[in-house]
């Protein structure tokens, strides 16, 4: 039985409780600085090994002043040999309450059994005050990116064997050479052919699952090869792994085993070359190593990571990961580096998030840290890591303790000391909540990150959340020193309402774990993510999640009693500068300019190319908000501007400078970026405007660095772009 989370009734099952008062932070502290207070503890099973006896729960909470119980947090991992929480700029407890009779205001620190004891369990416990400067987003800013985003046909989409739809934690990679995506969610795996004759190019999809792989699979992964162009999926069954392998893009497949031994959670899969001395014999059947790992449910046990030399058909023996340290068995996706390096992302390593990195072919696994990183803990977003083709840089991203999606660069292999400051990638748009970071890279300097943002602060694992998430993509042209981050689904919400992140069949699970991204072979940057906000949901801010059936029995689309649906999507850059940059001046050719690069001024295809705009639409308690858009100097030679108000929120807003006007003919949209003044403090700001159609009304969509955002279809006025 578990330890009761509650406090001061007869069902606690408390065996310590410690007091720990906090002083020196408070609200205008927290203006400048960034403070996490990690309380853990940690423990050698009596008798040895027997985790699952002897096992400790932590539960924590806040007695404040006024003799309230607040700031719960717990932590019940199974089969672990430590347990923490992490609270992110926690409130200040010192000196007595108010109540009668006064008592210490202070966090309340509960140790208990979640299993019976079989002998006395002596444990360590700490707790650790951390304090950084607030990380620095002043080399962010709006980019002009532009991207095509498709919802998978509902005629296509199908389920499992169990009734749960083939949709959530989607993979998706690129063949560099036929030009075809794949893509897998579920237990269906699809070929994606794209038309780019037409504009927007269409998308074509066949299913090309194998036999094997279309009953269940938990956790389902692909990845491809790039040196190979070889396909690889796994599906895991809990007792082992399907494994798959393709060379002609899922038109014929050729079975694989698994690995011995194998944990039964959280599989991953990536191949790529031996590092330098490769291990006797290798290379002969197949010429790229091939790696995969999974997580053990018992934590305390690590994670598993196995090698194959034959290209997945057979696998040496499994090597352990993290076992006897500070990080969590958990991890996101391996990836392996062009001179052979491995690397492991882990989001929880003491108070960091890091890495393990395996420079012998899989042999040992070393732990890496990103320095200034903070952990939200042991149940949020796997961070993603991706290796520069110099063999040397490393992309990180990670969902800080904080919310932010945060990226930081390593110029060699991850090691300490050769870190950059993490950069927020979400300050243009000013992102309280994020899901789902994962990085690629395409040249050493340039590289991507999509994620899930909202601009709604508070706990988004929460029924009562009232966010909306949106998909966005952020890129860099020069190693991390500048980003340029876009919205690459303005006018589509991918979620309203929480996200949930801790297992089981919670409604807003419907995204289960994670995203992916890919680079194509002229560098087009592509995301795959799960629709969980579609049909009327798209329109219409409610939540309701009284007609779900849990996660796993979700409609592909929302409905009107369960907002939640869960139908696989792709976004797929169309202009702005990729990831290659030798395919630059194909992409100027077809987007005019500089193809609508990381956020530099001028419009989309040479010459005048006005646009102008103004209207209201649906706001807040039934308010319309106003604007007026001219960005039309080139044909009156008047000062470009952008204006917005918004008596519903009493939002009023002014352009002050525009940075960037970046055009998409091909689907009517003008993007404006730059600084402006909201209620009389500077901002940047991102505004998507989008013309009529015989079908579709006028779009207007703003948002601000201070977490302001509205977007809506006109009820009066229009979009005219020239």
């Given amino acids: 039985m578990r330890c009761v989370d509650f406090t001061g009734t007869a069902l606690d099952q408390l065996s310590d409780t410690f007091l720990l008062q906090l002083t020196g932070v408070s609200d ?56 923490q929480v992490t609270y992110s700029n926690p409130p200040a407890a010192i000196g007595s309450s108010t109540e009668s009779p006064p008592q210490p205001v202070a966090y309340h620190l509960n140790t208990c059994a979640d299993k019976s004891l079989s002998a006395s369990q002596p444990y360590v416990g700490t707790a650790t005050l951390i304090s950084r400067l607030i990380t620095s987003s002043s080399n962010v800013g709006p980019g002009a990116q532009t991207f095509n985003n498709y919802d998978f046909p509902l005629t296509y989409q199908t389920r499992d064997v169990l009734g749960r739809p083939n949709a ?42 194998p036999l094997q792989q279309s009953q269940v699979n938990e956790d389902a992964i692909l990845t491809i090869d790039h040196h190979t162009n070889r396909t690889q999926v796994a599906g895991l069954l809990i007792a082992g792994s399907n494994i798959s392998l393709s060379d002609n893009d899922g038109t014929s497949w050729i079975p694989g085993t698994f690995p011995l031994p194998h944990s039964p959670d ?5 191949g790529g070359p031996y590092h330098q001395p490769a291990p006797p014999g290798t290379g002969i059947v197949y010429p790229d190593a091939m790696y995969y790992c999974s997580q053990n449910i018992l934590q305390a046990a690590g994670a598993f990571c196995g090698r194959s030399d034959t290209g997945g058909v057979t696998w040496n023996p499994s090597t352990v990961v993290f076992a006897g340290s500070d990080c969590g068995a958990i991890h996101g996706h391996v990836k392996i580096g062009p001179d052979g390096t491995v690397y492991l992302p882990q989001r929880a390593c003491g108070a960091n998030q890091g890495m393990a990195v395996s420079f012998d072919n899989g042999v040992t696994w070393p732990i890496e840290r990103v320095p200034d990183s903070s952990t939200i803990g042991l149940n ?27 990226v930081a660069v390593s110029s060699d292999h991850g090691k300490d000391g050769t870190w950059s400051p993490s950069s927020n990638v ?58 340029t981050t876009v919205n690459a689904t303005p006018n589509d919400p991918v979620q309203r309402g929480c996200i949930w992140m801790s297992g089981g ?78 395919f630059d001046a194909e992409t100027a050719q077809r987007c005019g300019g500089g193809g609508g690069g990381g956020g530099g001024g001028g419009g989309g295809g040479g010459g005048c190319h006005p646009a102008d705009a103004n209207g209201t639409f649906a706001g807040p308690q039934g308010k319309q908000p106003s604007f007026q858009s001219d960005e039309d100097s080139c044909e009156d030679h008047d000062q470009d501007g952008e204006q917005m108000k918004d008596p519903g929120s009493g939002e009023d807003f002014h352009s002050t400078q525009i940075q960037s006007v970046r055009f998409d003919d091909s689907i009517g949209t003008v993007a ?38 509205l977007a809506g279809n006109l009820m009066t006025g229009g979009v005219q772009l020239q």
């Fill in 28 to 83: 205008s502290f927290y203006l400048t600085h960034r403070v996490q207070l990690v309380i853990r503890i940690i423990w050698t099973p009596t008798p040895p090994g027997n985790y699952q006896t002897n096992d400790l729960g932590l539960t924590t909470y806040l007695h404040d002043q006024s003799g309230g119980l607040t700031n719960f947090r717990d932590s019940h991992q199974l089969g672990s040999n430590f347990e």
């Fill in 168 to 209: 959530g934690e989607p993979n998706i990679d690129a063949n560099w050479v036929s030009g075809n995506t794949m893509y897998m969610s579920g237990s269906q795996i699809t070929r994606i052919k794209w038309d780019d004759t037409k504009s927007p190019p269409a998308a074509s999809f066949t299913d090309v699952t």
């Fill in 266 to 270: 959280h599989e991953t899969l990536n």
């Fill in 380 to 406: 949020s977003s796997d961070p993603s890591v991706a290796p520069a083709p110099d063999g040397k840089t490393v992309y990180y991203a990670y969902q800080d303790g904080f919310g932010s999606p945060e």
């Fill in 426 to 483: 979400g300050a243009p748009f000013g992102i309280k909540n994020t899901k789902f970071p994962e990085m690629v890279v395409g040249d050493r300097d340039r590289a991507a990150v999509t994620f899930l943002g909202t601009t709604t602060p508070g706990d988004d694992q929460s029924s009562s959340f009232t966010g909306t998430w949106y998909l966005y993509v952020a890129f860099t042209y020069d190693r991390g020193k500048t980003w």
């Fill in 505 to 582: 069949s919670n409604p807003c699970r419907n995204l289960l774990d994670f995203n992916e991204i890919t680079v194509d072979g002229h560098g087009r940057v592509e995301a795959a993510y799960t629709d969980g906000c579609t049909a009327a949901c798209v329109t219409t801010n409610r939540i309701d999640a009284s007609g779900c059936n849990g996660s796993e029995g979700a409609s592909y689309t929302s409905t009107d009693s369960c907002t939640y649906g869960r139908l696989s999507a792709v976004v797929r850059q169309q202009c702005g500068l990729g990831l290659f940059a030798t």
């Fill in 672 to 709: 404006i970026s730059g600084l402006g003044i909201s209620n009389g403090l500077q901002v940047t700001f991102l505004i998507v405007e989008q013309a009529a159609t015989a079908t579709t009304p006028a779009f207007y969509n703003i948002n601000l660095s201070d977490g302001y955002a």
